[in-house]
């Protein structure tokens, strides 16, 4: 699983996750400790993802599986749109099919993000 964080100055960073079983059953807007993905001391929010396929997670949308629901607007839908439309989207909890998962920083720590990922890796 790829996990993107988003810092509170505007930069995004990839960071792929070997053992991501401790964030399956998390939902969207659920905060977690950063020291699950190698950023001690932070703190992150779930915003968003998408599954192997690239279905969108969707927060109004309860459990782990794809469903096909009539949208007008917000997470698989183009701005431009104007009707609405059925659509496949994923759940708003993470399971293993999860590729990637959206997250921002909510409460930062002592080192900056890139000192963290630029440790990691140094160690591999």
Same mark, same amino acid.
């Given at each position: 699983?790829? &996990?993107?964080?988003?810092?509170?100055?505007? /930069?995004?960073?990839?960071?792929?996750?070997?053992?991501?079983?401790?964030?399956?059953? /998390?939902?969207?807007?659920?905060?977690?400790?950063?020291?699950?993905?190698?950023?001690?001391?932070?703190?992150?929010?779930?915003?968003?993802?998408?599954?192997?396929?690239?279905?969108?997670?969707?927060?109004?949308?309860?459990?782990?599986?794809?469903?096909?629901? &009539?949208? /007008?607007?917000?997470?698989?839908?183009?701005?431009?749109?104007?009707?609405?439309?059925?659509?496949?989207?994923?759940?708003?909890?993470?399971?293993?099919?999860?590729?990637?998962?959206?997250? /921002?920083?909510?409460?930062?720590?002592?080192?900056? &993000?890139?000192?963290?990922?630029?440790?990691?890796?140094?160690?591999?």
């Amino acid at each position: 699983m790829k &996990v993107t964080v988003g810092d509170t100055d505007g /930069k995004t960073h990839q960071i792929e996750l070997e053992d991501s079983a401790r964030l399956v059953g /998390k939902k969207i807007g659920e905060t977690f400790e950063g020291g699950i993905v190698g950023l001690d001391g932070y703190t992150l929010e779930i915003t968003g993802g998408s599954d192997k396929q690239g279905f969108p997670m969707r927060k109004t949308i309860e459990g782990t599986g794809r469903k096909r629901t &009539v949208l /007008k607007s917000g997470a698989g839908i183009s701005s431009q749109d104007t009707k609405r439309r059925r659509k496949s989207i994923r759940g708003n909890t993470v399971s293993d099919e999860i590729e990637q998962l959206n997250t /921002k920083v909510v409460e930062e720590g002592n080192s900056t &993000v890139e000192e963290l990922l630029s440790e990691d890796e140094e160690e591999e």
